[in-house]
């Protein structure tokens, strides 16, 4: 598909553009006048051009004023398609979104939003549109925590939909923003029954889809290492916690019935055994983006 | 963190709400005196319970006025909280963008957005908001695709960033919404060169953050094994594409430069020896949500 084709779409701010942009309102003016034409020709929204011959419209250079807004907007975009520019991108800030339903009529559509903020777009081409789409997905994590007497660390939780109540589980989560996989999952468990642990591997994931808002969900098997053995649980998310015996865990029948759970146990227990390899975690730099990043890869 | 804690989460349409709810205005009329109060204590927003004690409420019983609106969405607020219910969710549909406003001064906040619509939530109790956070990731792959001579199937894309113009590389992209990671990998291929190819293993993935819109990624290298030789380029997307032999692309100053690089095609390299093992891809059913989706895992 069209939206998908490259894989560096991230949007960077870069040099601001070259054309014309000259700021015609201050940084928080209210332009009161709502029947006052105060756009000339010159006038256009404070933007940077992306990577690809994009703009992204300053929103601190929005002004409060809806009839301003819908003018200077308009003048703005007339001017971007004359040189040849592609994606706009609108970020309007909560306090100004008034301004929403003026974008909206001139052709924005929703991007995506967070608390704070919602980011429209424009595609300017008469081609179909390559800008990329928002994010897809969120991160789950599963913790596989056996001790030396072949006890698997189980919790009850509390707030769990009514299929799984009262049903003893491995310690789950979402991972928080911009956390590390392994991390993520060490700290559920810390936070769930106050056992410290030490990553392994990430043994399995599983991929499915429309779960969240439609989203999809990526769920990756850690296999853990207990460093502590006291349990203390965060009585505000779980119920019980406790360490069950392999056998008994083994025995339950949700664990019984569920061929996907069944074949991460196999998996979890193998890799005790050392008879698994899963993938462990690197942290390396990449030239192309110059981050420090982690590799999950499988021994070589 | 509080706001990641449970693992199911997803919100689910479930029964109507059992405690009062009358609907106070039908699907798409449009409440015309703004100066009429028309909201009496028995009048409601129509709202679903979701799986922890939260109110979904339907886009469809949204006023159109905003009067009538801010009057209903306080009143069904005060109702709720005697009720003791927990977080609210509101989608605004983009055709009611009007109403946004609205619900962001009566303490409402942007949860995540998509084309056609936008959506908010509320938390009533006195207590940290435990709401899910909106998806968090786009997900990319990258083929690795080699062919019997070993030579290795390479692009040059046509709007990659400045920084790797011209630059020979390896077919990427970003998965579409709700498409297997295998499938992204062997479709961009397809897109890219038409090569036809099958799924052989998940090598090894990169997790990287803050890449778009302040989103994390998660890259998935695909090992994938050629169908057909004859390269047929996307000229939209592409520049150029060839079978380029391994020692060549080894050279390649991007590569020769990049450690990431580096350990990726070595495990490439390693896997098509037959020295190394990723994750291969099965379809399982999960009775927790009665769902057939692919874990990835190693051999067993």
Known sequence: MKNSGGRQKSILLSKPLLFSCIRPYGKGVDVAAPDTSITRASELLDAYEDEYNGVIIDPQSLPDNANAFAD????????????????????????QAGLVPIALKQGFSYHHAEKGYVMLTYWIPDEPCVLPSTSTHQIGVGAF????NKEVLVVIEKKCPLRCSGMWKLPTGLINKSEE????????????TGIETTFLEVVAFRHAHQVAFDKSDLFFVCMLKPLTLQINIDESEIEEAKWMALEEFLGLPFHR????????TSICIAKYQNKYQGFTAQCMMSKFDDRLTYLYHGCL
Chains 1, 2 share one sequence.
């Open 145 to 148: 925590v056996m001790n030396e």
């Open 257 to 264: 019935d569920d061929k996907l759970l069944r074949r991460i």
């Open 181 to 192: 996989i392994f991390n993520g999952a060490i700290r559920e468990v810390k936070e769930e």
């Open 72 to 95: 200077v907007l308009q003048s703005s975009l007339v001017s971007w398609k004359l040189e040849g520019k592609k994606g706009v991108w609108l970020k309007i800030l909560e306090q």
